[in-house]
């Protein structure tokens, strides 16, 4: 069912090695969650927290039927991939804006760490602890972030140029 590489990384991303495995044996048709997990050998809690996953992603359908004798509720699920490329569209565009924000940071900021890298500080923060670790005590250096800014930077640019 899925080929793609893309959207096999992005569906093992969201639902998980055992949820794949769901997705690809199921059918396409519209099947209660026990019929689902009966269909692919599944895990019947695999079944349902996969199938809620991609329901709150908009990449499955419920129906509800009422039985008339019992009263009972019967689910009837259907997964639909059709939306993929527009979720995918929108988790790249939300990484894009994280690593933006983190290229800015970066270089924006001057960043201080002891020998033991307990923690990155802001200069002005080292300042106040005299460049001294507040943690281990070891004195604080400079920490060249140039390379971190350079690698931000090509994703960021690979990124962009992929979704214009």
């Given at each position: 069912?899925?080929?793609d590489a893309a959207i096999q990384g992005y569906l093992k991303n969201l639902v998980g090695e055992d949820g794949l495995e769901?997705?690809?044996r199921a059918s396409i048709d519209e099947l209660t969650?026990?019929?689902?997990?009966?269909?692919?050998?599944?895990?019947l809690n695999t079944v349902r927290r996969t199938l809620y996953i991609l329901y709150e992603n908009?990449?499955?359908?419920y129906r509800r039927e009422r039985d008339k004798d019992s009263g009972w509720l019967t689910y009837l699920w259907q997964v639909d991939l059709s939306d993929i490329s527009r979720n995918m569209d929108e988790e790249a565009q939300?990484?894009?804006?994280?690593?933006?924000?983190?290229?800015?940071?970066?270089?924006q900021n001057v960043c201080y760490t002891c020998e033991n890298s307990c923690n990155r500080i802001?200069?002005?923060?080292?300042?106040?602890?005299?460049f001294i670790c507040p943690v281990c005590q070891a004195s604080?250096?400079?920490?060249?972030?140039?390379?971190?800014?350079?690698?931000?930077?090509?994703?960021?640019?690979?990124?962009k140029r992929a979704f214009e």
């Open positions: 069912m899925v080929r769901m997705i690809e969650d026990e019929k689902i997990a009966e269909e692919t050998g599944s895990n908009r990449l499955a359908n939300k990484l894009i804006k994280r690593l933006e924000t983190r290229f800015d940071f970066e270089a802001l200069f002005e923060k080292a300042s106040d602890y005299d604080l250096d400079f920490q060249d972030n140039s390379l971190l800014i350079e690698v931000l930077r090509g994703k960021l640019e690979e990124l």
